[in-house]
Structure formats: C-alpha cells, structure tokens
C-alpha cells in the first residue's frame, strides 16, 4: 500500500474569523484604541452676574445686559474698588486692564475730581468671545467756604472803637495830628482774599501806608470768600484831629478812695485790672494830649485809673460803706503812654455807690514819675441811656443809680461833662468800648 505525502487542511472559516477578530483585537490594543477620548467644552458667554463699587452706587441698578453706568461719589472718597462677578465660572475679568478674579474686589483705583472712567473687560472661556462694562465714577469738587468775615483787625496807630468783633463790620478810631497816616492789618477767619481801600493785602500783613486828611477818613476792608461769590465789607472812620484844637479837661477831685500805696506796686502795672471782678466788659482807650504843644500827644506819661466794683465796692479800703475790702487791689491799674500817647486797659462797667453817678477815675504822672504828685486828675462819665441797659441786666443786682439820677444832681458833674464824656459803642452781650482824649497843658 503506497503512502502519500501528507497535506494540510485548510483552515475551517469559523477557525479563519477566529483569528482575524484576535488580530484585529490585537491591532486596535496596540493603536491604543481600546479607550475612548473625551473633548472639554468652552463656552462663549462673557457676561457678569453681577458688578458693585466700594463707594457710591451704580446708576441704572446693575443689569447682566446693560453695559454703561454713572456713580457719584463726595470729594472726601479718593479712590475705590470695583467688584464684579462673572456669568461663566470659566471667563476671566480684567478691571482697568488688571486681572480680577471673579467676586473679588479690584486693587484701589484713584479718583481725580470730575469724571474718572473704569472699564470692566469679560473675555469667555472660548477665549475670544468680550464684553466690556463701563462706570463713569464722578467725584465732587471740594466745597469752597463761604466764610467772609476776619478774625481780626488792627491799626498801626488807634484803637478801634468798638472792640474787634468778626460780626461787626462799622469801626471809629481817634488820631491826634501828629498822625499823617497808618497801616491796617486784617487776618482772614477763613481762606479767601481781602482788599484794603481796593488794594489786595495778604491776610494778616499790613496794608500800604494810608493817607490821613484833618477831620474823617474812611478805610474799607473788603473781603471776599474762597466760593468767589460771599463778599463782607468792614467800614473803618479814622477821625484825625485838627492842630491845636484839643480842649483843656476839666480837673476833677481824686476821693474818695485813691489808694496812693498802691503805685509802688509794680504788679499794678498792667493792661487787665478785673482780677476776679465779673460784670459787662469794657476795654477803655485813653489818649492823652498836650495843649501847650498843638495838641501833640504825650508819651511815657503813666496813667493811673480806678473805680469800684459792679456793686460800688472799691478795693483797697474798709469803711462802713465799703466794709472787708481793705489789702485788694482789683479794679486799679497803671499804663504807659505809647507814641501817640495811648493806653488801654481791660475791666468791667463800673457799678454805682451812693451819693456819686458812674465814673472813672484817672491821674496823669509825665514822665512815668509815680513818686510826684500827679500833672493831672480827672474823673471820667458814663452816658446815661447806657448806663440804665447796664444797670438793668442780670449781673448787675443792686439795680438802677436811685440816690443820683442825673449828672446836674451829682457833686462832680454838676458843673458840666463835656471835656469828661466818654464816647461808647458795643452792646450788653459782647460789651464796650470806650475812648477819650485827655488834654492837659
């Protein structure tokens, strides 16, 4: 029996699909595509949900669509920030080009006053979608004061009369002829500018030299507000007066109570002689005179002036009208006259005690030599109609003058007052001033 050389069999087609799914098996595990791949998605929304500032509030009420808005804020907000917050968790904002995240609030953008432009710029997740917010932030301008009054006012020679007050804007002084001129210093209360007989003057510089004619000169001090717009105007009358036109002041007796001890007392030397006494204030201004001399005013003379209390009490003496007042010294002081023969001293409306109307006593030592007898004594009047206010306010309990009621009636004036009359201005609540000249030969 022949034997034939063996052959193989061919592959069943269940055994062939067999190993043509494995090596495509095979073949897409080596291509790796045995896994799915995911894609990430991007988005194109660049809105904000919502947007506020530190300070001021948005104009309209923020909307997700609107894209323009106002906000106003006061002079005093120098800067604020601005937080807006995104739609998409996946956009990103820039606020005035820096990069803000998404509910936080930006870095602090400086304010200039007027309008100051913020952009808020929202770039979606897709990278290329933009939507831009604008906010016009307006700030205030600083608020210029209105304040038009000065908190002070000198003459280089003078006194006002009355006492410098922000509220008062009419002034008198009195010269003597010697004086050709002067200078007016005003301090502004507030920043604006001021013009002294319409020329501008620094505040609280003096003034160019003002020209005094004989007789009345008027000087005005404008001031104007830092607003440009509120204006006050201070009237100053500046009486100069006329060569040897001073008239002789009637001499009058120093008593009852002078109280010669007391001019060794160098502590008596001074401008305020209230001590604790209360009542109206008075500021008294003096200018003293020599009619031997055209009237010219007489420095270095010391000026010795006393008067009783608001309840007619003098310092300085015991007596069954004036009883516990011995060792004061209150209501008495001296002064130096200045070159234009000037003093002024501080203290109180003086009361009344029987038998004597209101008055002043004043001594005249030339030279300042308190150890002579003095050059001249005089006794100084008070005008009735305000004397009678004085007496009927609060502070002044003993009431009106009963025992004198006129000046025919009193041992002194009976004479006459027209060398002795002091002249008055101010009111009961800020008080007097008061000036006279004293002529002595």
């Known amino acids: 029996m022949s034997q034939h050389p063996s052959r193989s069999k061919p592959l069943g087609r269940r055994h062939a699909f067999a190993v043509v799914g494995s090596l495509g098996a095979l073949a897409l595990s080596a291509c790796g595509g045995g896994s799915s791949s995911t894609t990430a998605t991007t988005s194109s929304v660049a809105t904000l949900a919502g947007l506020s500032l530190s300070a001021g509030s948005l104009s309209p009420s923020f909307a997700s669509g609107t894209t323009v808005y106002a906000a106003s804020v006061g002079n005093a907000v120098g800067s604020l920030t601005v937080s807006p917050t995104a739609t998409d968790s996946g956009a990103t904002i820039q606020v005035n080009g820096s990069t803000v995240a998404s509910g936080s609030a930006s870095a602090a953008i400086s304010l200039s006053v007027g309008t100051n432009t913020v952009t808020v710029v929202v770039t979606a997740s897709d990278g290329s979608s933009t939507k831009t917010y604008t906010v016009v932030v307006t700030r205030a301008a600083a608020t210029l004061s209105s304040d038009a009054t000065l908190s002070a006012l000198t003459l280089s020679v003078g006194s006002l009369s009355p006492a410098f007050a922000a509220t008062t804007t009419s002034y008198t002084a009195t010269v003597a002829n010697s004086v050709s001129s002067l200078t007016v210093s005003a301090t502004l209360a507030g920043s604006g500018t001021l013009k002294i007989n319409g020329s501008t003057v620094s505040s609280g510089a003096a003034s160019g030299s003002i020209a005094l004619a004989v007789g009345s000169n008027t000087v005005s001090v404008v001031v104007t507000a830092a607003d440009g717009v509120s204006t006050q105007t201070y009237t100053l009358t500046v009486t100069r007066s006329a060569a040897g036109s001073c008239t002789l002041t009637a001499t009058e007796t120093d008593g009852p109570y002078p109280l010669y001890a007391i001019l060794t007392n160098s502590a008596i030397v001074r401008s305020d002689i209230r001590e604790s006494k209360t009542g109206i204030p008075l500021t008294l201004t003096l200018t003293v005179l020599s009619t031997g001399s055209s009237c010219a005013p007489i420095s270095g003379a010391g000026i010795y002036i006393w008067h009783c209390d608001k309840d007619g009490l003098y310092s300085g003496y015991s007596t069954s009208n004036n009883a516990g007042q011995s060792g004061l010294t209150y209501l008495r002081g001296i ?63 003993k009431g009106q003058n009963t025992s004198v009621t006129s000046f025919s009636a009193d041992n002194v004036f009976s004479d006459g007052t027209s060398t002795e009359m002091l002249t008055l201005s101010g009111d009961l609540s800020t008080g007097y001033s008061a000036n006279m000249t004293i002529s002595i030969a």
């Open 335 to 397: 002064q130096v006259t200045d070159s234009n023969g000037q003093v002024t001293f501080t203290t109180i409306y003086p009361g009344w005690y029987a038998g004597r109307i209101t008055h002043i006593h004043v001594q005249v030592y030339l030279n300042d030599n308190l150890a002579v007898s003095a050059t001249a004594t005089t006794q100084l009047a008070f005008p009735q109609t305000i004397t009678t206010a004085v007496y009927n306010s609060a502070l002044y309990t």
